[in-house]
């Protein structure tokens, strides 16, 4: 699935900030945040076959990209402004974002589209 490329170029741009921010390389912080806000995405049947296994979930994963877009978006902002406490509280809430879509739905979609974890 194509879902699956989007999530690895997704923690590669994650890594990069990583290092980004260790180096307090705003700049770069500011170049990549945005790649995490407005991240690809699948194609649109892949969508559709995602939402509807979703079912009523699909407001909840919703909610977490946008948590993570809006986190992502912060982290941008505060790159600029060269404020690195803002940075690591926006990164680290889009960790958080993250890790709240994952643990809640990580495990069943791999279970369901590719039959294992």
């Known amino acids: 699935m194509a879902l699956r490329t989007v999530m690895e ?3 590669r741009d994650m890594q990069a900030v990583t290092g980004a921010i260790s180096k307090e390389e705003w ?3 500011a170049e990549l945040a945005p790649k995490l806000a407005k991240h690809a995405e699948p194609p649109l049947s892949e969508k559709m076959r995602i ?3 979703l079912g009523t979930d699909a407001g909840k994963f919703r909610g977490f990209d946008g948590q993570v877009q809006n986190a992502a978006t912060g982290m941008e ?3 600029k402004r060269g404020d ?3 940075v690591i509280a926006a990164f ?3 960790q958080q ?3 709240a879509c994952h643990q ?3 495990q069943s979609f791999v279970e369901q589209f590719y039959g294992s974890r």
């Open 9 to 11: 170029r997704l923690d």
């Open 27 to 29: 700049a770069l912080v």
């Open 51 to 53: 939402l509807t296994w």
């Open 77 to 79: 902002d505060a790159a």
């Open 84 to 86: 690195g406490q803002a």
């Open 92 to 94: 680290s809430r889009t």
């Open 97 to 99: 974002g993250c890790l």
């Open 104 to 106: 809640s739905f990580r």
